[in-house]
């Protein structure tokens, strides 16, 4: 398994932006398929955004687009997650997942990764 190290979440007023970054210790970086997921209490995770092996294309469902972007420094291991325009139904545990090789779809569910990070929490106030 892959450790993960997330940061950068906290509390912020709607409208405001935060920046989640994700730290792999490993050294296939690259191979990584990296998603983003958030939790609400008593709620199962829930894929907000997801970025593929080898040609980066990334993977945002509806309800982010637009407000969510994913991004990759495969020289630092490092995924970043770039939420701007929150709101209070953004509050939530925010977790970054890897998987070694995973392809993306529509149908990708938490399951599909096998390394999680202890997750980083996002409050945003009305």
């Known amino acids: 398994q892959v450790q993960l190290v997330e940061s950068g979440g906290g509390l912020v007023q709607a409208g405001d932006s935060l920046r989640l970054s994700c730290v792999a210790s490993?050294?296939?970086?690259?191979?990584?398929?990296m998603g983003w997921f958030c939790q609400f209490p008593g709620k199962e995770r829930k894929l907000v955004a997801a970025m593929a092996w080898g040609s980066g294309t990334p993977l945002y469902p509806d309800s982010v687009k637009g407000r969510f972007t994913i991004s990759r420094d495969n020289a630092k291991n490092t995924v970043y997650l770039q939420a701007d325009n929150l709101g209070p139904e953004d509050t939530a545990v925010y977790y970054c997942a890897a998987q070694p090789w995973l392809a993306l779809s529509r149908r990708t569910r938490p399951g599909e990764f096998k390394s999680w990070g202890q997750g980083t929490q996002v409050t945003v106030s009305s």
């Open positions: 490993v050294r296939t970086f690259s191979t990584l398929t």
